[in-house]
């Protein structure tokens, strides 16, 4: 029958040409033909009167559609978080667009209270309450158990101002593609960190005569905790073992990251107002550029191998020395040792910036 139905068409003149079935109009195909549609990136290119449908039936496309198909997850598509980029052919390095210049007194008013509350008010209180007029009304019990109690204010504080812009419907700060029971990395992180911190002060303060270089170690402990944790995902990545979970806007099963990667997405993204934005660009910056990935390495070994030294060296002088300047020794090490990490990183970074710009127009600096 087939046959019969093909035999009976009338044939067409050599000459005739044939034309392509139509198909419908569509967000890829309203477009020009000779663009690549990218999700969220503005490309500017051919003119209006240029761009011709390759439907013969022009088909009207809102502004607001986006060039794939639309996400499952309706928390992951806020229009006010996404971001345009003008340069396809990355003839320069995809910018950040985030500067700590402008940050630098919301940034130094929250050190301060950082340095407040975990330096300052844990001793200031243990001398101030075993020295001072009440240490004939208070035992070593009721010191160390007001003290811890009000240790960690402005960190607890802090953590929930973090949920909650996190958790909000309309979140600008959310990690890309997680519903925002997720969270990010560095608050499950925290969560995960306190929990321990309160198990160890609770079980430090619950006997009649608290072992006060037990109570010393928190934050030689947090330390320790993040240092192994940088330098697993740096090892795990390097024998190119995928994502065991999702590592904020790195998905499960995506080749990892080092590890510093996502406390610079988290931090300058939330506590640092950067938003999804930064991320996005954040992203972006590390797919493209080959010096920006191995800055990123050389950072997470920095940091890495340095907090672990530093918990073990503080760990040692805690256990060692005499008890009372054990404590002080326990909570002014670690974050004087951050500081001058910090004070290190900062034009370590600047500079390394400064060499991937001047040098993007070599192959070698190009993903």
Known sequence: MAAQQTSMEP???ISQPVA???RPATAHTTGNDDTLAVPSVQVQ??????????????TAVPSTMVSRAVSPNPHAIYPHTQVTYDDPDFRKPPPLEYSLRTRKNAI???????????????IGMYFGMWYGLTRDQLSANAVFSI??????????????VRFARLWKKNSNCRVIGAQRHYLDWFHW??????FFVMIELIAGTTPHDPPIRVLAMPAPTMLFAIGVELILVDILRYFKVPAPCRISSLPKGAPLRPGVYAYIEDICAVDGSGGTQFRQRLNLRYQASKAFREMLHRQ???WAIGAIICSAVTTAIVFTIQRDAAYVVGWVLPFLWAGIWAAITIPWVQRDLKKEYEEWTTANFKA
């Open 300 to 302: 997470t070994l920095f």
């Open 20 to 22: 392509a079935p139509e």
């Open 108 to 122: 130094l008013w929250f050190w301060t209270l950082i340095f407040v509350d975990c330096i300052l008010m844990p």
């Open 11 to 13: 044939l067409r003149p």
């Open 45 to 58: 290119g051919a003119s209006d009167d240029e761009r011709q449908p390759r439907s013969s039936t022009p």
């Open 189 to 194: 992180n925290l969560s995960v960190g306190w």
């Open 147 to 160: 003290s811890t109690a009000l240790l960690g204010t402005v960190s607890i504080v802090e953590y929930f």
